[in-house]
């Protein structure tokens, strides 16, 4: 699975299937516009069982929920082909997909001293 060279990746040097420009596809779900009350009741514990198996087998590497609407965004390793697909077998749920490489964008990692040069 590609996530378990996640290291790998960040270094830039990938080896073998990880190409260097490898990027991350952000997937954002949310509930079909036009899923009625009794099919999201009906369907609701099948698609949740789906996400936690994307997330047992790797599919993704973070997911962000979000609070001020009914949203999931998903970190994926995967193609949006890929993905795309495993969505489409999600009967009520609509996406919306975007690559992007997060390595230029990383989180900053500052101690005490570093601390100065953000006043």
Partial sequence: ???LR???WF???PKGLLAPNMAITLVTL???P???SDEVSFYRSAEYQALLDWARIGRFILALASTDRDELTLLCVQSPEEMRAAIAEL???AAGLATV???PAMSLRMDEDDYDVLQ
Avoid: K, N, T
């Fill in 34 to 36: 036009a899923a009625v």
């Fill in 1 to 3: 699975m590609p996530w």
């Fill in 30 to 32: 949310r509930i079909a």
């Fill in 101 to 103: 490489d997060i390595r």
């Fill in 11 to 13: 270094s830039g040097r």
């Fill in 6 to 8: 996640w290291i790998e």
């Fill in 91 to 93: 009967p009520l749920v």
